[in-house]
């Protein structure tokens, strides 16, 4: 999306869509060009976009509070060009940020609270006792792959929980599309991860590390990696800045899956779990409701806004209460909408 000043004076307006049988709304949220994550609670939506945090009221979804400004002193964050993205979680009745190497917590309302050194290289989430540490992690063939992990509050003893197929450092092989990486983790008291390698599977640990249950499912259709797909991927690793001047290297080691995975993405809520798959049609999602014992409670579609094809920056997309809220990129207009849904559970 082109930074323009149109972005920035367009007037908020509503849009009421049909999606199945459930109603929707669309609203243009004005003050936003280029946002990174978003999150959703006690009717109120926090904004991620580069090193601003944005609150609105989901009432009205009036800005409530801006804060937050690039820079190393208190209250400021720093973005790594090549590293981890910003994230921002809830941790008790606490926002957190973590940014380039320091996690800083907030009141709800956007109050600064305390802040604290973190290491670099990973994304970090707060836990009862500790942190989850989505980062870099050496395998057992010495290669250096995105992995969960568990460690303590000094940051030490890291447990893996997750070793993903996604390499980092010196890269000798690209596997396209990716499997389910971009999500929120972590619910009040339990920590879910898609472990996309084996299909659909999803497996519940407590913050100790220990593994509660897992969800396993049958795909109902294994859908085909088209042409298209791979075509437009490789267009993109040529036109992306970070990407391009190596391109000729970058093609070589591009693997293509014969099939999508079955999970593209999952929001939690509470103690429900609506996952995402990659069926589509008319430019919406299939979502699959279910219990944590995996019962299937009802299904639906949902639009969301389409990732980069090799990025583990979080999708745009939140449950609250049963409520779905996805910001959606409005090319022609140049704006932001909110999509907001309340999904069948």
Not at 5 to 21: E, F, R, Y
Not at 23 to 39: C, E, F, G, K, S
Request: charged content about 25%.
């Amino acid at each position: 999306m082109k930074r323009s000043i149109l972005a920035l004076v367009s007037i908020p307006c509503l849009v009421l869509v049909s999606t199945g049988l459930e109603a929707a709304r669309r609203t243009v949220l004005p003050d936003l060009i280029q946002p990174d994550a978003i999150l959703a609670r006690n009717d109120k939506l926090y904004v991620l976009e580069r090193t601003s945090i944005m609150i609105y009221s989901l009432n009205d979804l009036r800005l409530l509070k801006t804060f937050g400004r690039e820079g190393e002193g208190p209250q400021e964050f720093m973005v790594q060009p090549f590293g981890p993205p910003m994230t921002i979680s809830f941790y008790r009745d606490r926002l957190v940020v973590n940014s380039n190497n320091k996690m800083s917590f907030f009141t709800l309302d956007g109050r600064f609270v305390s802040e604290h050194k973190a290491p670099p290289n990973a994304v970090f989430y707060r836990v009862e006792g500790g942190y989850l540490g989505i980062g870099s992690a050496l395998g057992e063939d010495n290669n250096q792959y995105i992995s969960y992990r568990l460690f303590d509050d000094d940051f030490q003893n890291p447990r893996l929980l997750y070793q993903s197929e996604i390499m980092l450092g010196r890269i000798s092989s690209i596997l396209l599309p990716m499997n389910a990486l971009n999500y929120y983790p972590i619910t009040k008291d339990r920590i879910f991860i898609v472990r996309g390698k084996l299909g659909f599977v999803i497996e519940a640990y407590d913050h100790g590390g220990r593994k509660l249950f897992d969800l396993r499912r049958e795909p109902e259709q294994q859908l085909k990696v088209p042409e298209s797909y791979r075509l437009e991927t490789l267009n993109w690793f040529k036109r992306h800045p970070l990407f391009r001047d190596q391109y000729e290297q970058i093609k070589e080691v591009i693997r293509f899956k014969t099939h999508y995975p079955a999970i593209k993405t999952i929001a939690i809520d509470s103690d429900t779990l609506y996952v995402i798959t990659n069926v589509s049609r008319n430019g919406s999602y299939e979502y699959i409701t279910l219990s944590p014992d995996g019962k299937e409670r009802g299904r639906g579609w949902v639009p969301l806004q389409e990732p980069e094809p090799y990025t583990y920056y979080p999708l745009l997309i939140t449950v609250d209460r049963g409520e779905y809220h996805a910001l959606l990129e409005d090319e022609e207009e140049e704006v932001w909408r909110l999509h907001t849904q309340v999904l069948k559970r």
